[in-house]
């Protein structure tokens, strides 16, 4: 049963600290999403990669957010350093295609920066 | 920026009443995708609409695409305790890849 898989499912963190999200998309999917979830924002996206190539980062902040690609099989969000207004539901979905198909989304990670 | 608006944000209906939520994007889309949320789970596809005025139905769900390819609905028809949850529409904006989730509409049903 393909699934995307996020590590951690929780983490909880001091301000200040650094914090690496973990996403293994649905083998042979091009297409990988980063999202955050609030209850005053909803599901922003953050960024998304096709193929590996970052294509749109604009709705993360730069100055502490950063996705990468290692290879096709991971990507991860890191923030450094962390502070109490990320706390939020991060969740990862992959996909074929560039938004035209379906997106198969993580059980995500519950951050809470104290 | 494209924005993707969601109407109601809340819904509290008594089981056995009909449901409908409202998506309206600020630009043309070239789909809309329906997923749903349930309390503490993440968001899944249900449906992906793609010509303009496109009618689909899944059991007691309609959705619909309008013709100007800007606005969407969701219709739920005698609603049941399991269809609790949140409904988002999302949509990639014409010649981008991203996908833009609208704010979701959380229904309620009261058994």
């Known amino acids: 049963d393909a699934r995307v898989t996020q590590t951690p499912r929780h983490k909880v963190t001091e301000m200040g600290q650094e914090v690496t999200m973990r996403c293994q998309p649905i083998l042979g999917h091009n297409t990988v999403f980063w999202y955050r979830q609030t209850m005053m924002q909803g599901l922003e996206l953050l960024a998304y990669?096709?193929?590996?190539?970052?294509?749109?980062d604009s709705g993360m902040p730069k100055d502490r957010f950063s996705a990468e690609m290692p290879d096709a099989t991971l990507a991860t969000l890191k923030i450094q350093p962390s502070e109490p207004r990320d706390s939020a539901v991060y969740f990862c979905a992959s996909g074929l295609g560039t938004g035209s198909t379906e997106a198969f989304f993580g059980q995500g990670t519950r951050l809470t920066v104290v | 920026g494209q924005q993707v608006m969601q109407i109601p944000q809340y819904q509290h209906v008594q089981e056995g009443e009909d449901f409908t939520t409202y998506c309206n994007s600020s630009t043309t889309l070239s789909n809309i995708q329906w997923y749903k949320q349930r309390p503490g789970g993440h968001p899944v596809f249900l449906i992906q609409l793609v010509k303009s005025g496109e009618v689909k139905k899944q059991k007691r769900l309609t959705f619909q695409f309008g013709e100007a390819k800007k606005n969407s609905s969701l219709h739920i028809t005698a609603t049941q305790t399991t269809d609790v949850g949140t409904y988002f529409c999302a949509g990639p904006p014409s010649n981008t890849g991203k996908l833009i989730f609208g704010q979701g509409t959380t229904l309620q049903v009261k058994p």
């Open positions: 990669f096709r193929n590996r190539a970052p294509l749109d």
